[in-house]
């Protein structure tokens, strides 16, 4: 039987916050497909929901998969008192039980008791399925993908890194090869290669995959069907035809919005009018022309009543229009900083010389003319972050220096608020323009900011730098935290940007459409791509 995964009118709510409200859905059988939506939508609770780690508060999560179900979640559930080498059997644990029960029953059916000949047949269909004999291998082979081969069997789990956590999770996961996958953000902590070989392997599988990632390059190549989970709905709407087909469909959706809202904006005008002028069309004060005074006011009446009866249907349309306007469609991103501030439209803006810090960083040196764009690439752990805030003015070096002109923005990874009890919509209104960029729902605007996610403390540090004047922005990956749409309409504003950049990202897709010089900091220096 082909396995089943859908969502009848499902709702969840926690502490009565709805996040998903009367969910309807099903995820297409033997295909991948991309479960995406801003931070705190409900993507997570979703998954976890189809998983069987949480039930819905109302209607029917339906999972049909005799060959079982896997689910990485953002923790790590694995035991840290285990060792590397002990993962494989917690891995594979329901295969090796699988297997343990196949021999039980071969021995029973050899002793001649043909009453397990049936759960014989279903367990064996169910460990070739899963391609239960290839168990350690695929493991072998997933440790190798995902960048583990060289980690010692003997390494306590407790000993590795979040990120090796992170990775050997996965592994484990795909080597149980269940004919259900749900996999939440799986290329975090991985590097290109790493990714790579996720997508490939991904591509490769026979079973049904729902995956929750923000990494594009990744959709693009792995998943032909997005699912997005609207955090001011909480709905749930399904886009086909891969990433690309998702951007267009939201093309569409916000012109239609733009149209509607425009529509109502006209209506009204139209209705206040004709509530307006109203009283120039009574038809008192016309000349009698056979001074027939009786006549007149029959006549007179008739008009006027006729004009006091277009105007309560005017007043009560307007009414009407007015308890029930369509949305705003959120502005496209755009920079206020496309002017410079005076005495910065040339030159030399940052200069760092040898800076470097212990542990950290390398003694390097960059150079950032007005106008310039610098894209930083390197692996985990390289410096990039550290380079950044030492440009910033934020680290001091332990060598070198660094020199600034003009004013300098920056958005950095670790975002600490000065005024945390301060409600969101004030901060937002000191920036102006901050609110109507689309960064933020509507029921997040009384949230002290002190009580704001990470991703959403980097949302407001983003709306103060596009609304503001800088010549030169540091950006630490900016693309982190936003919605694949946000994404996109943040890179085109980067583009039109007249500023100096200094940007850091592992997006692949940022990456590609990079108009600029490209540096790697790499074995202890910066080097041109």
């Known amino acids: 039987m082909s396995p089943q995964l859908s969502l009848q009118q499902v709702s969840k709510a926690y502490d009565h916050r709805v996040v998903l409200d009367q969910v309807g859905c099903a995820f297409p059988p033997g295909r991948i497909s991309g479960l995406i939506g801003e931070n705190g939508s409900g993507k997570s609770t979703l998954l976890r929901l189809l998983a069987g780690v949480e039930q819905p508060d109302d209607g029917t999560v339906t999972v049909v998969a005799s060959g079982g179900v896997g689910f990485l979640a953002q923790d790590n559930p694995l035991p840290l008192h285990l060792d590397v080498a002990a993962v494989a059997d917690h891995a594979l644990a329901d295969l090796r039980a699988i297997e343990s029960r196949l021999h039980e029953v071969e021995q029973l059916l050899a002793d001649g008791n043909l009453e397990v000949l049936d759960e014989y047949g279903d367990l064996q269909s169910a460990f070739e399925a899963r391609e239960g004999y290839d168990a350690d291998a695929r493991l072998a082979r997933a440790m190798h993908g995902l960048g583990l081969s060289a980690l010692p069997g003997d390494r306590r789990l407790s000993e590795l890194s979040g990120g090796e956590l992170a990775r050997l999770?996965?592994?484990?996961?795909l080597a149980a090869s269940?004919?259900?996958l749900l996999l939440?953000?799986?290329?975090?902590?991985l590097d290109v290669a790493a990714t790579v070989w996720l997508e490939d392997h991904l591509r490769s599988r026979s079973g049904t995959t729902v995956v929750v990632s923000h990494d594009r390059a990744f959709l693009e190549r792995v998943a032909s069907t997005l699912f997005e989970v609207d955090g001011d709905t909480h709905r749930v709407t399904r886009y086909g035809n891969g990433y690309d087909g998702y951007l267009s469909e939201k093309a569409a959706e916000r012109a239609r919005a733009e149209q509607t809202r425009q529509l109502w904006e006209d209506e009204v005008a139209a209705m206040k009018l004709a509530v307006g002028t109203a009283a120039d069309r009574v038809a008192y004060g016309r000349p009698m022309s056979d001074n027939n005074k009786m006549a007149?006011?029959?006549?007179?009446?008739?008009?006027?009543?006729a004009e006091r009866s277009k105007t309560r249907n005017a007043k009560e349309r307007l009414r009407r229009l007015e308890a029930d306007p369509p949305p705003v469609p959120a502005k496209p991103l755009r920079f206020a900083a496309s002017l410079r501030t005076a005495g910065a439209t040339s030159g030399v803006l940052v200069n760092a010389v040898e800076v470097s810090v212990q542990g950290r960083l390398a003694p390097v040196s960059l150079e950032v003319p007005a106008g310039g764009r610098v894209l930083i690439t390197g692996a985990n752990g390289a410096g990039k972050s550290t380079l950044l805030d030492v440009l910033a003015g934020r680290l001091a070096p332990d060598t070198g220096f660094v020199e600034h002109r003009g004013r300098l923005g920056y958005l950095s990874?670790?975002?600490?608020?000065p005024r945390p009890d301060e409600r969101l919509r004030t901060a937002l209104a000191r920036h102006r323009g901050a609110g109507g960029l689309g960064l933020f729902r509507p029921d997040q605007l009384q949230t002290r900011v002190g009580a704001l996610s990470t991703g959403q403390r980097r949302r407001l540090a983003l709306a103060r730098l596009l609304?503001?004047?800088?010549?030169v922005m540091l950006l630490d990956e900016p693309t982190n935290h936003l919605s694949l749409v946000l994404v996109e309409e943040l890179e085109a504003a980067l583009d039109a940007y007249e500023g100096a950049l200094v940007v850091v990202s592992h997006d692949r897709r940022f990456v590609s459409r990079w108009r600029g010089e490209i540096l790697e900091l790499k074995e202890n220096t910066l080097v041109s791509q």
């Not at 999770?169 to 996961?173: D, K, Y």
């Not at 609304?467 to 010549?471: G, K, R």
């Open 184 to 189: 939440d953000e799986p290329t975090n902590h």
């Open 169 to 173: 999770h996965l592994a484990a996961v």
């Open 296 to 305: 007149y006011d029959r006549a007179g009446g008739r008009v006027n009543e």
């Open 467 to 471: 609304t503001a004047q800088y010549d």
């Open 178 to 180: 269940p004919e259900v």
């Open 413 to 417: 990874q670790e975002v600490v608020e």
